[in-house]
């Protein structure tokens, strides 16, 4: 098959197998297909559908979210994760309200220069929203071109990388690029899966190197690999009457900016603090959490001070709110999870 005929196949699949219902697929809206493509990385499609409207009733435009404070947008964004996209996605929308008069510039070099937005992002977007031909390469499209093509350089290398990147801007069709990208994306989650991928559905099939060696699972190599970590830390679940005690995390690191609650660095540390606290306590079940980089092991104690106790010296800088208000707030799943919501 020609190059010419990867992109005609994979666009006549597109148009007749591929996915056409997404609520991001009947706009060429600039800010809602941005904030769709940042929603889906590293997120389920399924996910996202319930986040997607949620967040586009909060904030309808990018003068919105760009307007909102940045704890409203991290609210909105809780229980999403990888919370880094949500603080980008506020900084972006300010740039685009500051820096280009609330319009996004329409091509995808233009667009990268933009808080958060990479590469392939602003490919995307400049595809789906202003018809550039621009490639992209998020995971699923590398999974689907390393293995047509038998490509076997170590993408842990970065001019490997660009070389795909090569090959995929080579792959471009002269027209219906929007509709040859989301077939690519199509492709790479339903199809061209990352184990057992379903080749009899693929319209690739018959010219792909991987499956014809019968190894598709070998693609794409990336020999250098995060190295998982563990770790284990004790979370204080305060409460006084209907009112919850939180604090705020720090501006860098894990869940960065997010309401949480006191974290101690083990169960020792944290019975130490609250030995001498009025009230009683309660060990609640070990919560497991997976972070990007490592697997983290929280222990919650739940301590229940008396509603005309005076309030421990030692507490951190933290706010007491109603369960209501809590929920409200931009709160870390785990966190939402122990405090009932």
Known sequence: MTRRGIARAVIAWQRQHGRHGLPWQRTRDAYRVWLSEVMLQQTQVSTVLDYYPRFLTRFPNVQALAAAPLDDVLAQWSGLGYYSRARHLHRCAQAVVGEHGGAFPSTSAALATLPGIGRSTAAA????????????????????????????????????????????????????????????????????????????????????????????????????????????HALLCLQRGQRHFLV????????????????????????????????????????????????????????????????????PEGRWVLLEEALAMGLPAPVRKLLGG
Request: with cysteine.
């Open 125 to 232: 977007i400049a595809a789906f929203s202003f018809g550039e031909r621009a490639a992209i390469l998020d995971g699923n499209v590398k999974r689907v071109l390393t293995r047509v093509l038998g490509y076997d350089g170590d993408l842990s290398l970065a001019a490997e990388e660009q070389r795909l990147w090569a090959q995929a801007e080579a792959l471009l069709p002269a027209r219906d690029v929007d509709v040859y990208t989301q077939g690519l994306m199509d492709l790479g989650a339903t199809v061209c899966s990352r184990r057992r991928p379903a080749c009899e559905r693929c319209p690739l099939a018959a010219d792909c190197v991987a499956h014809a060696a019968g190894t598709p699972e070998r693609y794409p190599v990336k020999t250098r690999r995060l190295k998982r970590s563990r770790c284990s």
């Open 248 to 315: 705020q995390r720090p501006a860098r690191g894990v869940w960065a900016g997010l309401w949480s609650l006191p974290e101690y660095v083990d169960t020792a540390a944290l019975e130490a603090a609250v030995q001498a606290w009025p009230g009683q306590g309660e060990w609640l079940p070990v919560v497991e959490h997976a972070l990007t980089h490592f697997d983290w092991t929280l222990r919650p104690l739940r301590w229940t001070l008396p509603a005309r106790a005076r309030m421990p010296v030692d507490l």
